[in-house]
């Protein structure tokens, strides 16, 4: 993918609370480590409340871009929430998109209060389906259950990415990504066991 155009536009979005943050962090460390120029961006509302967060990462080969992705324009979303999903997809996306996400809902206050309603799941993974070229759906949170934290579906997430070869970097960046990320041993493990059941989440869900 990256030979076939100059630049490569990559949302992260989630909610609050989610570890999207941490794995854009990743995402560009690898990407840097190959030697592409990498701009992050970050929207947030109340995070530490589970309102919306999103990253946009673009990597280039050749020269420097600016943070924020245009609408229409990403290439690829990595989505920690279905719902938000969907609505990055509707703004960002294009024909050509590619999306894989978590269809584990985390519902809002609003919902949980009965203020407001969640949308059908079944409708709102049609509509992702039907909106770009590709969609596939990673059972993070469950996988990151059983590799020891369900916290750790984030960097499920960031495996089923670089397992998908989407973005041509190599697993040897973002395993070294982690590894410096990480001082303690335990944690360091846990997060490196969730990324390997991302890697294989993607390639049973094809």
Not at 28 to 55: D, L
Not at 135 to 143: D, F, G, R, W, Y
Not at 167 to 187: M, R, S
Request: charged share 20%.
């Amino acid at each position: 993918m990256a030979s076939e155009k100059e630049v490569i536009n990559l949302i992260i979005c989630g909610v609050g609370g989610q570890g999207n943050i941490l794995a854009s962090q990743i995402v560009a460390s690898a990407g840097i480590k190959k030697g592409w120029r990498v701009a992050i961006g970050e929207t947030y509302g109340a995070s530490q409340r589970g309102g919306s967060v999103m990253s946009h990462i673009r990597f280039s080969s050749a020269f420097q871009v600016g943070p924020l992705i245009p609408k229409g324009e990403a290439d690829i979303i990595v989505g920690f929430e279905p719902l938000e999903t969907l609505r990055v997809l509707i703004d960002y996306g294009k024909d050509s998109t590619k999306v894989v996400f978590n269809p584990r809902p985390n519902y809002p206050i609003s919902v949980l209060s009965g203020e407001a309603n969640y949308p059908e799941l079944e409708l709102i993974f049609n509509q992702i389906k039907n909106l770009g070229q590709q969609s596939v759906v990673i059972p993070a949170t469950e996988l990151a259950r059983q590799a020891g934290n369900h916290l750790a579906q984030n960097l499920v997430m960031v495996g089923a990415l670089a397992g998908s070869r989407w973005l041509d970097i190599p697993l040897e960046n973002f395993y070294q990504t982690i590894a410096e990320l990480f001082d303690d041993p335990k944690k360091k493990e846990l997060n490196l066991r969730a990324f390997q059941a991302g890697i294989k989440g993607f390639q049973q869900a094809l």
